[in-house]
């Protein structure tokens, strides 16, 4: 009888999935919406703010949901302090606009309406990719963004977890 | 070929002995191209004959020798001047003298040690090949044979499966597994990936085979890593428990047999690199080293036979069981 040389390619075993797990809620559920733009004082004085709300099931986050207010230089702070302590090759922030700022122009400049919304939406897919990040999650910065009602400047840089 | 003799120039012409039954297989040039060379095993007899044809009829051709050599060698690109002969064999055909007319000379390298497997890589190549030459004053005739060596191996007699857990504290977890270490060409990766713990957005997860060219030594160690195969095994978000199977059939892809460290000049090895990428486009991967060996061609006694043990291999039915009956009914 001549050696069989089909190849055996049966499946390895396996544990049968348990229902729970197969049908339950998946744990990586993280969603963060960025959005309400409000501008903030008079003249020349004048800012916009953006609430951000997070919902997420990850242990590695204190609350399940939260829901702070920012502004464009608090995510600026936060690249930089990613850039600084992390590994992490950071997302672009959508830009700066600062020809937006100068004097006599003939629209309302970084308060347009149009611009405002451009910019929420750069915010927004900024702040999520970078929310989903095993190593950024590890940041005490990305924390105290999300989470904390406001962002101490002076703050100690560390890890949330060894 | 001389401008200024009016002399005898000739033509040589190396033909094998067995070259009407001898098998013939494909094998990559240096730029790329494939082409037909006759196969050789080591410890086989390379003979022949050398046909040294005169152009101009008439003339008498002086010449200061005709050998034959074998040679196996090495070739490494970044260093061309220097060609490493691991194999070197010489037979003298014709003492120094004159030929007269059209002459044909026999050879015959006998039980010829052939260690290494032949290879054309990106930075290396190692070849054997035949090479006759009509030795003169001024320039030699020289003809080359070239021959391609396959080195064969048995199944290993350890073949442990490679099993491990890897991941990402507390965010990804796997366990993988392959059924084997050691694979032959024509095999086939079965394996599954088990999820233990997933905490990021999955989006698909594939297994690419890496090879490895590494030449030089010391600190100029160079490698070059080539992707031979991407091959998608799921597409969509896994959750904790779900088990992923994998079933990756070598056959289709070309590939070397794993070569370590061959003559002390470079190494050619081959990795399954396993990749799970997430929404963001970030990637995730685990790479692991899995040993290629050449088996050798068995002929199959009947494909009726060899289709009823495939059968067999799945759930017992009685239909197979049947199959397999009729099968050996048939060869009986």
Same mark, same amino acid.
């Given at each position: 009888m001549s050696e069989a040389t089909v190849a055996d390619t049966r499946r390895l075993n396996s544990k049968p999935q348990d229902l729970t797990d197969a049908?339950? @809620?998946?744990?990586?559920f993280l969603e963060i919406d960025v959005y309400d733009p409000q501008t903030i004082g008079v003249g020349r004085n004048r800012f916009t703010t953006y609430e951000v709300r997070m919902k997420t099931n990850l @242990?590695?986050? #204190? =609350? #399940?949901e939260s829901c702070v207010r920012r502004r464009y230089s608090d995510f600026e702070w936060l690249k930089n302090e990613l850039e600084r302590d992390s590994k992490i090759v950071v997302p672009p922030l959508p830009? #700066?606009? =600062? #020809?937006? /700022? =100068? @004097?006599?122009? %003939?629209?309302? %400049?970084?308060?347009e309406e149009s611009f405002i919304e451009e910019r929420r939406s750069g915010l927004e897919q900024f702040i999520n990719r970078i929310a989903g990040h095993p190593l950024a999650q590890n940041e005490r910065c990305l924390h105290m963004f999300l /989470?904390?009602?406001?962002?101490?400047?002076n703050y100690i840089p560390g890890k949330v977890r060894q | 070929m001389s401008f200024f003799s009016f002399g005898q120039t000739a033509e040589i012409d190396i033909v094998l002995n067995d070259a009407e039954t001898r098998k013939k297989v494909e094998h990559k040039t240096e730029d790329g191209k494939k082409d037909k060379y006759f196969l050789f095993y080591d410890g086989e007899t390379v003979s022949g004959k050398v046909n040294v044809t005169l152009k101009n009829p008439g003339k008498r051709l002086e010449h200061q020798g005709i050998k034959i050599e074998f040679i196996g060698q090495i070739e490494l690109y970044f260093d061309r001047g220097n060609h490493h002969e691991f194999v070197s064999l010489v037979k003298d055909l014709a003492r120094p003298g004159e030929m007269a007319q059209s002459q044909t000379f026999d050879f015959e390298f006998t039980?010829?040690?052939?260690p290494y497997e032949s290879y054309t890589g990106q930075n290396v190549k190692l070849r054997y090949f035949l090479r006759a030459t009509i030795s003169r004053r001024l320039n030699d005739v020289c003809k080359e044979l070239d021959i391609v060596v396959h080195t064969l191996s048995t199944y290993p007699e350890l073949n442990s499966s490679i099993k491990m857990e890897v991941g990402i504290e507390d965010c990804l977890h796997i366990e993988f597994e392959y059924n084997k270490s050691k694979y032959h060409l024509k095999d086939v990766i079965v394996g599954k990936i088990y999820f233990l713990l997933v905490r990021i957005k999955i989006k698909h997860m594939e297994i690419d085979i890496i090879k490895r060219e590494t030449t030089g030594t010391g600190p100029n160690v160079y490698h070059e890593n080539d992707t031979i195969a991407k091959y998608e095994i799921m597409d969509g978000a896994p959750v904790r428990g779900e088990s992923i199977p994998i079933r990756l059939f070598l056959a289709g892809y070309e590939m070397t047999p794993t070569m370590r460290d061959i003559n002390k000049k470079f190494s050619v090895r081959y990795y399954l690199n396993l990749v799970l990428i997430d929404e963001e486009e970030r990637r995730y991967f685990k790479q692991q080293e899995i040993t290629l060996w050449r088996k050798g061609d068995i002929v199959r006694k009947s494909m009726s036979h060899q289709a009823a043990i495939a059968s067999q291999?799945?759930?017992?039915s009685a239909s197979s069981e049947k199959a397999l009956s009729q099968a050996k009914e048939e060869d009986d």
């Open positions: 049908y339950g @809620p998946p744990s990586n @242990p590695i986050f #204190k =609350l #399940k830009g #700066k606009a =600062l #020809k937006r /700022q =100068l @004097p006599f122009r %003939g629209d309302e %400049g970084i308060f /989470q904390d009602e406001s962002i101490d400047r | 039980h010829v040690e052939k291999r799945f759930e017992g």
